[in-house]
């Protein structure tokens, strides 16, 4: 009987439903799921924050963060830096374009013979986006800023902005944008 329960609940495992019930993930602006799962109780003042942004932040924010196979992250900026965590399922794809408008790519998941790495920091003003490659498939990942996450420090563009400002990259913008 355990081993068939064993079995049974490694098959709900194995689907995105059963981590966004269980982990009680929302969708998020961007795409995908999330849920916030730390704020940090340490607040700054803005006077010890870099340029531009407005009032105190919590040192660190933590979310778990979901894709599926044909969801994808849209671009975006954050004022912070950005860690993504590898936590389960399939590698994910992380498109980045960097202040000066080179774009590349970073794979995050667990298969380093792969060129696959379990984190990725994804520096503050870089604009990225992210997707799952590998179809009928899903994966959570945590992602955590520094300074902590806060609305006020999230763009989401439209498509016609990110092709102004990257016109050799219009072809992933049109995916991502």
Request: overall charge neutral.
């Amino acid at each position: 009987m355990n081993w068939l329960y064993y079995q049974l609940n490694l098959y709900k495992m194995n689907t995105a439903e059963y981590w966004i019930q269980h982990l009680k993930l929302k969708p998020h602006p961007e795409g995908g799921f999330f849920r916030e799962i730390y704020r940090s109780n340490v607040e700054t003042d803005q006077k010890n924050l870099p340029h531009g942004y407005e009032g105190a932040r919590r040192l660190s924010t933590s979310i778990y963060y979901l894709l599926r196979s044909g969801d994808i992250s849209r671009f975006h900026r954050l004022r912070s830096d950005e860690i993504w965590y590898y936590h389960y399922g399939s590698m994910v794809k992380i498109i980045l374009i960097d202040q000066q408008g080179h774009k590349h790519s970073k794979l995050l998941g667990p298969r380093p013979e792969r060129a696959e790495q379990p984190q990725v920091i994804v520096p503050a003003g870089t604009v990225f986006g992210a997707e799952i490659t590998e179809k009928n498939s899903f994966g959570l990942y945590g992602c955590m800023v520094t300074p902590g996450f806060e609305f006020d420090d999230f763009e989401v563009f439209s498509k016609e902005d990110l092709i102004q400002a990257y016109p050799k990259h219009a072809d992933i913008i049109e995916k991502f944008g």
